[in-house]
C-alpha cells in the first residue's frame, strides 16, 4: 500500500490541479457508464433479435453509447494528458526558481548532475502519476460495476469469476510493491550517473592527461549498469504480475464459459446473458490493467515526488525585500553619513560552513576604503575566499558584522549589496552564449559602445562581440569576466585573481584596469602575482583564518615574517615564468 507520507507529498503536487481532476473523474466515470451499459444493451439487441421485437431502438441505443463512451473517453484523455504536461512544467518551474534563489555554499555541496536529474527526469516520473490516482478511482468503480452487472446477469458465473479475480489479486498485492522499490533504486542510480558523468565531463581535460579515460568511464557504466539491473529488476516483477493477471483472466474465461455452456445446456441460463457476461469477463480486464499500470505510476511518482520534495532543505536566500526603499536612501547614502568613511567594514566577524566544523575565520576586523586598491594575500586556507562569500553575501557571519557604506549588511537586502559590487570568480567561467551576452550578464541593457569601450579596457578591441565566448583562450575569457566585471564602473571590484600563469598581454590588462579602477572606487584582489601585491595601496595578511597583519607592501616586508616569505614564493614564480 502506498507510504502515506508520500502520497501526501505527491497530494500537495497536485493540489492546485484539483479542479481539472475532478473533471477527469466525472468524465472518466461517465465513459465508464457507458462501457458498462454497452453489455447490457447487447443482450437487449439479442434478446430482441431472438425474439423477433423490433431492432431499431436497441440498435440506435447500443450505437448511441459506443459514440457518446468515445467522444467523452477522448475529452478525458486530452485533459488528463494536458494536464500531466502542466504538472511536469509547475513542478520543473518551481524547482528551477529554487535553484536560483538557493544559498550558493547549499546549493554547491550537491552534485550537480543530481540536480539537474530532479528537474529533468524525476519531473517526468509525475506525468503518469498525476493520472493515476483519477485512473484508479476509475478502474475501481468499473471493476466494482462490473462485478456488479455480472451477478445481476448470473451469480453463479460471478462466484467463478470472482474466485479467478481474488487469485490474480493476491498475487498482485505482493508483487507490486517491489516494482516501486526497483523503480526507485533505478532512479537514484540514474541521479549518480548524472552527477558522476556531469563532474567528469567538467574535469574532461584532467580525466583525459591522468589516462583515466577507460577507469573514470568503467565507473559511469557501472552506475549505468545499477540502474539497468534496477529497472530490468522492475521490468520483470512487471511482466510477472501481467503474465499472472492475463493468465487468470484467459483461465476463468475458459472456466465462465464452461460452465455457462453447462448451465445453458441445463436450460438455467439465455445465450444472450452468457455472451453478455462473457463481454464483462473481457471488460474487466480493462480496470484490473488498469489498476496495475496506476498503481506502479503512484509508486514511482510518489518516489519522486518525495525526491523532489527533498529539495525543500536546500537553503534560501531571503526573498528581496528592500527596506531601504521603505526608510528612504537619504539618510544612508554615501553623501550623508559614509561619505568619506570606508566602504566596507567588517568587525569582530567569525563564520563557519557547517555546524561541526572550526570557523573558517574568526574576530576579522578590517576597514576597505572607497577608493583605492586592498589586496588579500594568505597562505592556502587561510581564509581568503571565506572573506569574499562574506562580502558577497554567500555566507552569512556566525558573529560580528560587516557594515556597507555604515550600514549593517542586515539592513540591506542581497540584491542592494551584490548591485554595489562586482565580482570576478577565480575561475571565471563565460556563461553559455556570445561574447556579447556574456558582458551584458550583469547589466542586459548595455549598449554596444559600452560593450566596445570595455573590451578595449581589457585590450580585446579586435574581438567579434557577436562570437561565442566558449571560442576564447584561457587568457581572453579572464580579460571577458573583468570586462563583465568593469561595465558601468562598479563601486566596489571583488577580484580572486587567477592562480594559473596568465599572458603577459593578460597580466597588463588586468594591472591597468584595477589600477584605473582603484583611483576612483574600491578594489580588493585576492592576490595571487607579484604584480598585484606590489601594485596595491595596502596589503592585508591572512593566517588560518585570521588578520596577521596589514599594511604597506614596504612596511609588511620590514616587519611581518609570513608576508616576506609569500612575496619571496611569489617573487620565485614571477621570475619563472620570465625565463621559461
Ligand atoms: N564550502 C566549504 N565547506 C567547508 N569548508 C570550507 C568550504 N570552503 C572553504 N572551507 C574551509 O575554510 C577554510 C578557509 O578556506 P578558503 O577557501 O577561504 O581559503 P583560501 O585562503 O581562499 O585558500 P586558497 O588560497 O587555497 O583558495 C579552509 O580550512 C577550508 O577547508
Known amino acids: 500500500m502506498p507510504d502515506p507520507t508520500r502520497l501526501r507529498t505527491l497530494l500537495t503536487v497536485l493540489r492546485p490541479h484539483r479542479r481539472t481532476m475532478l473533471l477527469g473523474l466525472v468524465l472518466g466515470l461517465a465513459a465508464n457508464a457507458a462501457g458498462l451499459a454497452t453489455p447490457m444493451v447487447t443482450k437487449w439487441v439479442l ?13 440506435a441505443v ?22 500531466a504536461e502542466q504538472i511536469v512544467l509547475d513542478a520543473r518551474t518551481s524547482i528551477i526558481r529554487r535553484y536560483f534563489r538557493a544559498r550558493v555554499l547549499d546549493l554547491q555541496r550537491r552534485p550537480t548532475g543530481e540536480l539537474v536529474t530532479r528537474v529533468t527526469s524525476d519531473t517526468g516520473l509525475l506525468h503518469a502519476a498525476s493520472g493515476s490516482l483519477i485512473g484508479l478511482i476509475n478502474a475501481g468503480v468499473g471493476l466494482i460495476g462490473t462485478l456488479i452487472l455480472m451477478g445481476v446477469l448470473d451469480l453463479t458465473l460471478l462466484a467463478c469469476t470472482l474466485s479467478a479475480v481474488v487469485v490474480v489479486g493476491a498475487g498482485m498485492s505482493r508483487l507490486l510493491p517491489r516494482i516501486g522499490v ?11 550517473l548524472g552527477a558522476n558523468l556531469e563532474g567528469s565531463l567538467r574535469a574532461i581535460r584532467t580525466v583525459k592527461a591522468s589516462r583515466a579515460e577507460t577507469r573514470q568511464g568503467d565507473q559511469i557504466i557501472g552506475n549505468a549498469q545499477d540502474a539497468a539491473t534496477h529497472s530490468i529488476r522492475a521490468a520483470r516483477v512487471s511482466a510477472t504480475v501481467w503474465t499472472i493477471s492475463w493468465s487468470g483472466i484467459q483461465l476463468s474465461v475458459m472456466l465462465i464459459l464452461a460452465v455457462g455452456a453447462w448451465r445453458a445446456s441445463l436450460g438455467l441460463l439465455e445465450v444472450s446473458t452468457l455472451v453478455a457476461f462473457l ?7 480493462g480496470p484490473i490493467s488498469e489498476l496495475t499500470q496506476n498503481l506502479t505510476a503512484l509508486q514511482s511518482g510518489m518516489a519522486a515526488a518525495a525526491r523532489i520534495n527533498e529539495l525543500d532543505t536546500i537553503g534560501q536566500e531571503p526573498a528581496d525585500h528592500s527596506p531601504s526603499a521603505t526608510d528612504g536612501p537619504a539618510v544612508f547614502a554615501p553623501s550623508a553619513t559614509a561619505a568619506g568613511g570606508p566602504v566596507l567594514v567588517l568587525q569582530g566577524v567569525t563564520a563557519r560552513y557547517g555546524p561541526d566544523v572550526a570557523p573558517a575565520v574568526r574576530g576579522i576586523d578590517l576597514e576597505i576604503p572607497r577608493h583605492g586598491h586592498t589586496a588579500i594575500v594568505g597562505p592556502s586556507g587561510a581564509g581568503k575566499t571565506t572573506l569574499f562569500s562574506l562580502l558577497l553575501r554567500f555566507l552569512e557571519p556566525e558573529h560580528g558584522r560587516i557594515l556597507l557604506d555604515g ?10 549589496v551584490r548591485g554595489r559590487l562586482a565580482y570576478v570568480e577565480q575561475e571565471t567561467p563565460v556563461l553559455p552564449g556570445t561574447i556579447a551576452d556574456n558582458l551584458r550578464f550583469t547589466h542586459p541593457d548595455a549598449t554596444d559602445d559600452e560593450i566596445r569601450t570595455v573590451l578595449t579596457a581589457v585590450r580585446l578591441d579586435g574581438v567579434d562581440p557577436a562570437l561565442s565566448a566558449t571560442d576564447l583562450s584561457g587568457g581572453q575569457r579572464q580579460r571577458i569576466a573583468l570586462a563583465r566585471a568593469l561595465l558601468r564602473t562598479p563601486e566596489i571590484l571583488l577580484l580572486d585573481e587567477a592562480t594559473a600563469q596568465v599572458d603577459g598581454l593578460t597580466e597588463a590588462a588586468v594591472q591597468d584596469c584595477i589600477r584605473e579602477r582603484a583611483s576612483s572606487g574600491a578594489v580588493v584582489t585576492i592576490a595571487h602575482r607579484l604584480s598585484t601585491v606590489l601594485d596595491a595601496d595596502r596589503i592585508i595578511v591572512l593566517e588560518d583564518g585570521r588578520v596577521r ?9 620590514s616587519t611581518d615574517d609570513l608576508y616576506r616569505r609569500l612575496v619571496e614564493a611569489l617573487r620565485i614564480a614571477a621570475t619563472d615564468t620570465t625565463y621559461a
Do not use: C, K, N
Not at 447500443?62 to 494536464?83: E, F, N, P, R, Y
Not at 550600514?407 to 542592494?416: I, L
Not at 597583519?549 to 616586508?557: E, K, S, V
Open 47 to 59: 434478446d430482441s433479435f431472438s425474439s423477433g421485437l423490433d431492432l431499431a431502438r436497441p440498435v
Open 62 to 83: 447500443l450505437a448511441g453509447l459506443v459514440v457518446i463512451g468515445a467522444a467523452i473517453g477522448l475529452w478525458q484523455w486530452i485533459l488528463m494528458g494536458t494536464l
Open 182 to 192: 526497483a523503480q526507485t533504486a533505478a532512479q537514484e542510480s540514474v541521479g549518480r
Open 279 to 285: 463481454l464483462y469477463v473481457f471488460q474487466l480486464m
Open 407 to 416: 550600514r549593517p549588511y542586515t539592513e540591506w537586502s542581497h540584491s542592494e
Open 549 to 557: 597583519a596589514q599594511g604597506t607592501h614596504t612596511d609588511l616586508y
